[in-house]
């Protein structure tokens, strides 16, 4: 072996320069510039380098996203716009403007108010639906019933 790289060990260890992070959930990490610390640099014995740094503070913002039922409308009246089926708009109209205030309540924080509303916008989209279907097989059974009935 050689002589000289005998005494280009590695410094031993030290565990004063381990930093443990704690485990986390994924969230978004949003530093805070005014808080971050350069690292501190061990004294360089070797041509190994250990690097350390402060305690840093972490700031987590975490966002809930609300449902808001906005492409549902918006694909419901364009296909009821296509068929023709104009009386399902008296439902899609108020339920886009639900979904609407659901958008702005949720970027303003009210989680609650966010779901109340894209709850309301989810039930006219569902009555724009099931109404309109509703309708035509009530109709049919009676159209059947009078064709029966006449003949």
Known sequence: MDPSRESQNPPPYNPDYIQLLPVTQHHEYIPDPNTLNPPILQ??????????????????????????????TVVLMIICGILGN???????????IFSKQSIEASDRGDIETARKQARKALYLDL????????????????????????V
């Open 43 to 72: 004294k360089q014995t070797s041509n190994a380098v250990v690097v350390g740094s402060e305690p840093q503070t972490v700031f987590i913002q975490h966002r809930v996203t609300v449902a808001d039922n906005q492409n549902l």
């Open 86 to 96: 104009w009386l399902t708009f008296t439902c899609l109209i108020p339920a886009l």
């Open 127 to 150: 009555a724009a639906i099931f109404v309109p279907i509703g309708i035509g097989i009530i109709t049919f059974i009676l159209y059947f019933f009078v064709v029966l009935i006449a």
